[in-house]
């Protein structure tokens, strides 16, 4: 059954300390692994996709890594304004259906 | 580009309702499926489509019903609402397989709805 996990559930940090959330899984057959940030009130929305182990991906303060059992939002310098819900999700080749993990909700105090 | 739009965006119905929630969008994607959020839950899927005519469940189907007769709509019905279907509802949309992967989804802004 495929499966995500994130860690922490909640993360606050001071303005400027850079931190990472974790996003683990069990897939059969990795067809994407997708980040989406989602501000109180609003749907997901797209930040990046990871094919392959060893893939990376940066906008802005935010880098993506991914490995064979788990990926990595990395986070520079923060600002208040990134501040939100970052959602993991897997898309399988077995049902190609997108699962997602429960979330880290960040909180960045100036 | 209108994107992924959901209607409504609020609704409070009473227990043993019916109603439909209604999604579109203008992207031509081939992909499409329907999540709902609760607290401490995730988004969870309930339904997806796969294209025009083919439907298939998530997790959480009970009580949910989807039929997809466009490549544009995708409605969600449900049957008699009961106070456990109160939830935020999204939307989502996707262009098809590229080779061995699949793209991301675009997701409406939601509908929530409130069963008393």
């Known amino acids: 059954e495929d499966q995500v996990t994130q860690s922490p559930e909640a993360l606050r940090l001071q303005e400027g300390e850079s931190s990472s959330l974790n996003c683990s899984y069990t897939v059969s057959g990795l067809r994407g692994l997708f980040w989406y940030r989602q501000d109180p009130g609003k749907g997901p929305e797209f930040l990046f996709t990871l094919y392959s182990a060893g893939e990376e991906k940066e906008k802005e303060r935010l880098k993506a890594t991914l490995t064979k059992k788990e990926s990595f939002l990395h986070i520079t310098a923060p600002k208040p304004e990134d501040s939100a819900t970052y959602l993991c999700?897997?898309?399988?080749?077995?049902?190609?259906?997108?699962?997602f993990g429960q979330g880290t909700t960040l909180q960045v105090k100036p | 580009n209108a994107g992924v739009t959901q209607t409504p965006k609020f609704q409070v119905l009473k227990t043993g309702q019916s109603m439909t929630l209604q999604c579109a969008q203008d992207?031509?994607?081939?992909?499409m499926s329907w999540y709902r959020q609760d607290p401490g839950m995730g988004l969870r899927l309930i339904h997806y489509s796969v294209g025009a005519g083919i439907t298939d469940q998530g997790e959480v189907p009970n009580g949910y019903n989807v039929s997809r007769s466009t490549t544009e709509d995708f409605p969600l019905r449900l049957l008699s609402a009961a106070p456990s279907q109160t939830s935020v509802y999204f939307c989502?949309?996707?262009?098809?397989?590229?080779?061995?992967?699949?793209?991301?989804?675009?997701f409406g802004s939601g509908t929530r709805l409130t069963v008393v």
């Open positions: 999700a897997v898309r399988s080749s077995n049902t190609g259906k997108l699962i």
């Open positions: 989502a949309s996707s262009a098809g397989t590229g080779g061995q992967v699949y793209y991301g989804y675009t």
């Open positions: 992207m031509n994607h081939e992909y």
